[in-house]
């Protein structure tokens, strides 16, 4: 029987061990006799204990030299007892599975070792092999390219490999490796390279490299090596890369496919994923690779099964005007069959007329709130209404359509008519609503997609820097353990539904009137503009997911929305470069960018010199100076 020796490397920005980790680390000591396992950096004590219970060993170092040093550390502090063990595995926490037994693949590479002629031993195998290509990484790359490479998040070593000069001297002199593109061209490339023609070992990977020739197929093509190369692991950044790097190879649709495929037919635990991804990931990177955006037609006719009976659902709505009170009735009777209605308002005539023409519409329970007239329609659910939550698994919440910050009539109704024709469409709607949030136990919030015509167009793409300093005052006063997104999933306006254990953060603190604005309000930038950024970081920290929320005639105007700019830009774009592809597009515009402001700043520099030893007496060059710097500031 193999007799294997393990050395894992961890490393988390937080101290915290993922029950990802655990659930590999059980798989990995079934088929390994010593596992070690090497922490770069910290770790909360409870989980070095927990780890513990099933490593043989745990080290905590300093975080330095990523898992090449990690494992150098360990390779010294074990080098006595090596020689006992047959294999020697090196692995990391980049990685999610196993998605089957890794009995199964070890079995494999025996059998095809033992096919394999005496000229192609494999001496050292990987779970995927990164072919040649054209490009240099990094100046310290050895060779102008970069050369076939066994992936290093997980290598299998055999004993004439791991006792070797040549093993121990790579490790003994590998060089200083201070960031990400080191330890890829001075470990990862350089291990192979070293073992294969100074040390003539030979070497394998488990997915055949030929089925997958596009360079780094692990974040490329997930679901395909799942699915077709049965790759047992699936790598963390298949969920989180620059999505830019998905869609200049494949359609974008790989990591959601893979997700998919996991929750039906695997017996991997997709909740591990769910839950390392939404503590560590911004969430606007999340709903892009993984295409959080559900899609409701509410036009066929349905109801609720006895089963479905059971979510207690309560409708929230804000309502100021009180020529708005018959527009809002509309709407909210699309919820009449399943939801407890709540309406709030800061008026009493508001409150009387909506009394006249809500009661004996049919709601089950109905409740009408008068609150202060302070904090608009945010403080009607943080404050007044907040018990609502409390009480019932499921809230939609809208308000009355009109904006004191628009002036155009037509403006606001289309603002209104995206809002709630994308989270109430029709009387249906509301029913498969809830069927989305229990068919899906991680969704936590559902919105309208940012406005994308007029004047809501770059709304979502330029946060506002008092909402930025407020929304980080708020992550801590709340106690939230998210990192900070600059695109939020945000509620803009104030239209979502929710599942109410998912907002439970947000009542973290005891809100009252005292922490909100008085009127009148700017038309950005105060804590009510920060706490609608905030909700879908506190239904994150929760452990939920946030989504867009459409239904099929709202779908349309989007799409071809979107459809119309890229369309409009490309047009101007490819009459002025050569290229017709985003991926080149976007690095010859950030570079150009970079490079024209340098030169800018050489030539405001040079001026402020040559104005400066000429004592102002040259009118152009001090004209040129301020000339310069007004462009900067621009």
């Known amino acids: 029987m193999t ?21 590999y680390l059980k798989a990995l000591k079934e088929v390994s006799e010593f596992l070690y396992v090497i922490v770069n950096g910290c770790i909360n004590e409870n989980d070095r204990t927990k780890l513990l219970t099933i490593a043989n060993r745990v080290d905590i170092r300093e ?3 990523y898992d090449a040093y990690a494992y150098k550390h360990a390779l010294n502090e074990c080098k006595n007892i090596l020689p006992e063990y047959d294999e020697l595995i090196l692995s990391n926490n980049s990685f999610y599975g196993p998605l089957y037994p890794l009995t199964n693949m070890f079995e494999c590479m025996e059998n095809r070792d033992k096919r394999s002629s005496n000229d192609s031993n494999i001496d050292f195998w990987g779970i995927t092999i990164h072919l040649r290509s054209d ?26 490999v791991f ?92 990591s959601r496919k893979l997700l998919d495929e996991l929750k039906a037919s695997s017996s991997y635990p997709v909740e591990l994923i769910w839950n390392d991804l939404l503590r560590t990931q911004r969430m606007s990177v999340l709903r892009e690779n993984l295409h959080l955006c559900s899609i409701i037609d509410g036009s066929e006719p349905c109801s609720l099964t006895e089963n479905e009976k059971t979510p207690k659902v309560a409708l929230i709505l804000y309502i100021y005007y009180e020529d708005q009170v018959e527009t809002c009735l509309k709407d909210a009777l699309k919820l009449v069959s399943m ?24 709601f089950r329970k109905i409740e009408f ?28 919440y809208f308000h009355d359509p009109q904006n004191p910050q628009l002036a155009n009539k037509y403006a606001v109704r289309d603002f209104y008519e995206h809002c709630v024709g994308s989270i109430l469409d029709s009387n249906y709607f509301a029913i498969r609503v809830i069927r989305e949030f229990e068919k899906n136990p991680k969704l936590g919030l559902l919105v309208p997609p940012p406005q994308n015509w007029g004047a809501f167009y770059a709304s979502e793409y330029n946060l506002h820097p008092q909402n930025k300093e407020l929304m980080n005052k708020l992550i801590k006063e709340l106690k939230l353990n998210v990192p900070f ?41 105060t804590i009510l503009h920060a706490l609608e950024r905030i909700i879908p970081f506190c239904v994150q920290s929760a452990g939920y997911y946030a989504s867009w929320l459409n239904s099929p005639s709202t779908q349309r105007l989007y799409t071809d929305n979107c459809y119309h700019y890229t369309k409009m830009f490309n047009q101007s774009m490819f009459k002025i470069f050569s290229f017709c592809d985003l991926p080149s597009m976007r690095y010859f515009l950030t570079q150009f960018a970079k490079k024209q402001y340098k030169n800018i700043k050489c030539k405001y520099y040079k001026y402020i010199i040559l104005d400066f030893i000429t004592l102002g007496a040259v009118a152009k060059f001090r004209r040129k100076k301020l000339k310069i710097k007004q462009i900067l500031k621009e």
Not at 146 to 160: A, G, P
Not at 489 to 509: C, E, H, Q
Request: charged share 25%; hydrophobic share 35%; glycine share 6%.
């Open 485 to 525: 997104d600059d695109f939020p999933i945000a509620p803009y306006g104030d239209y979502f539904w929710v599942r109410s254990t998912a907002i439970r953060p947000l009542f973290n603190k005891s809100w009252t009137y005292d922490d909100l604005p008085d009127e009148p309000l700017p038309i950005d930038g």
């Open 369 to 396: 709130i008068l609150k202060q007239d302070k904090g608009r329609d945010v403080s009607s659910y943080l404050i007044d209404a907040k018990f609502v939550f409390e009480h019932y698994d499921y809230v939609c």
């Open 63 to 65: 975080n330095y030299g």
């Open 3 to 23: 007799k294997r020796f393990s050395m894992y490397c961890f490393y988390d920005k937080d101290g915290i061990v993922g029950e990802y980790v655990f659930y």
């Open 339 to 362: 939801a407890d209605a709540y309406i709030v308002s800061s008026s009493n005539d508001t409150l009387e007329k909506a009394r006249d023409l809500f009661l004996g519409r049919g």
């Open 163 to 254: 006792l070797s000069n040549t093993f121990a001297n790579f490790f003994h002199n590998l060089p200083a490796i201070e960031k990400f593109s080191d330890a890829v061209v001075l470990f990862e490339l350089e291990l192979t390279r070293v073992l294969s023609e100074e040390g003539h070992f030979g070497y394998a990977s488990y997915v055949n490299p030929t089925d997958f020739p596009d360079g780094n197929c692990t974040l490329t093509y997930p679901y395909d090596l799942y699915h077709d190369g049965k790759s047992p692991f699936v790598k963390r950044k298949a969920f989180f890369e620059d999505y830019n790097d998905f869609i200049s190879k494949n359609r974008g649709n790989q």
């Open 135 to 160: 490009s240099i990484l990094s100046h310290k790359q050895k060779l102008p390219y970069i050369n076939e490479h066994i992936q290093s998040y997980f290598v299998v070593f055999k004993r004439q």
